[in-house]
């Protein structure tokens, strides 16, 4: 009788905490607010589906988001490509202040879950460290900006805990990831290696799924979305950008328009996963060399955002854990965690060369947390004889 009024209790406490951040947030914010934030390009989109205009239209969008009082010269547009429509579509319903009222809450309760399936994952241990997902820099960053990172967060974390037991779901859950496929192009690939090794493609079976219905469900709502996509990339100029990675920094101290400079690095990072996958293949665990090759990725690519970073909690988490009782990891993490708050409370805008050092500040801490465990390593299976 005691458990089910605990889970009684704690979905209570969960719904009155919800409750009241939804009251906060209708006091707090406005349309203006809305245009502040990235989100306001996802609603700008959504404006346009439920009107069966083009989402990606650069000059309607302009002028819906200045209608709601942006300040901004240029318009935000989101750069996504059409398979996540139909995600937006019930923003084109709403005012920007009740779509990012809602949109916060949404993201906040992919923080919660991606809590819980972490917690799920590591053994449901006593220690609570996952809670440290809502103050991680990343996923404040995210909520502030109303961007995707946390998504992603969600997505990895299930991928991580269904992959053995539910690998078709596991699969699915990696759909969204293909919004930025850059970030996940190395472990996709390990993905297609691990699958036609074991010949067993219900991982990919089920990415696929989900990917052809979501293609299938935003082609339904703009069957020009693909062309009008390529259209809006090539008048935006995006390798025009300075991105804060070490790719495109690279490109701009070297040789600025040449542009084929900053895709090295992902190059290097996917020859690299090939042959961390193939040098370990026989004990590999998406837990432990999934979460280090999620590192290089984010560290190598071409185009990310601080807020990205939000999907490499579980690194971190699994750093932690690995160095619970390290004085000096944790000193190190303190610092590296200190040093972008700065950015975050400081609203140092994400574009900023600020935040060139984070996404290898993780990397670095992540395998020094991990050098002792990782040294560590349990012997290859021995081959049986076939039959």
């Not at 404006?47 to 650069?58: F, K, R, S």
């Not at 996404?359 to 801490?365: E, N």
Request: glycine share 8%.
């Amino acid at each position: 009788m005691i458990k089910p009024l605990r889970k009684l209790a704690a979905g209570a406490m969960i719904g009155a905490g919800t409750c009241l951040v939804a009251c906060i947030y209708a006091v707090s914010l406005s349309n203006q607010n809305a245009t502040e934030r990235d989100f306001i390009q996802y609603w700008a989109a959504g404006q346009q589906l439920a009107q069966g205009a083009n989402p990606y239209d650069v000059g309607a969008i302009l002028r819906l988001e200045r209608a709601q009082g942006m300040e901004e010269r240029f318009p935000k547009v989101t750069v996504s490509p059409p398979l996540g429509l139909f995600l937006l579509l019930p923003l084109g319903y709403l005012s920007p202040k009740t779509g990012l009222v809602l949109w916060l809450l949404l993201s906040l309760g992919c923080a919660g879950a991606a809590m819980w399936v972490l917690w799920l994952l590591n053994g449901r241990p006593d220690s609570r460290w996952q809670v440290l997902v809502f103050g991680f820099p990343p996923t404040l960053a995210c909520l502030m900006a109303g961007q995707l990172g946390i998504f992603f967060l969600l997505e990895v974390s299930l991928f991580l805990l269904w992959h053995k037991s539910r690998p078709w779901l596991a699969g699915a859950a990696l759909v969204l990831c293909a919004l930025k496929p850059h970030l996940f192009l190395p472990a996709f690939l390990v993905l297609l290696l691990g699958s036609g090794a074991r010949r067993n493609w219900r991982l990919v079976g089920g990415f696929l799924l989900a990917l052809a219905a979501c293609c299938v469900l935003s082609l339904g709502l703009d069957r020009n979305a693909w062309t009008q996509y390529g259209q809006m990339l090539q008048s935006a100029r995006l390798m025009d950008v300075f991105i804060p990675t070490l790719s495109v920094a690279m490109r701009f101290a070297l040789d600025r328009n040449a542009r084929w400079l900053e895709f090295i690095p992902e190059i290097a990072a996917c020859a690299w996963a090939v042959w961390y996958f193939v040098s370990r293949r026989e004990r590999w665990e998406w837990e432990r060399e999934g979460l280090l090759m999620l590192l290089v990725a984010a560290a190598c690519s071409p185009y990310s955002w601080f807020t990205d970073q939000a999907m490499l909690f579980p690194a971190v988490l699994a750093g932690i854990y690995a160095a619970e009782k390290q004085v000096r990891a944790w000193v190190l993490l303190g610092a590296i965690a200190a040093g972008c708050l700065v950015g975050v409370i400081g609203e140092i805008p994400l574009p900023s060369a600020f935040y060139l050092w984070t996404a290898p500040a993780w990397l670095g801490w992540y395998l020094y947390a991990t050098r002792e465990t990782s040294a560590i390593t349990p012997p290859a299976p021995i081959a049986q004889p076939s039959s």
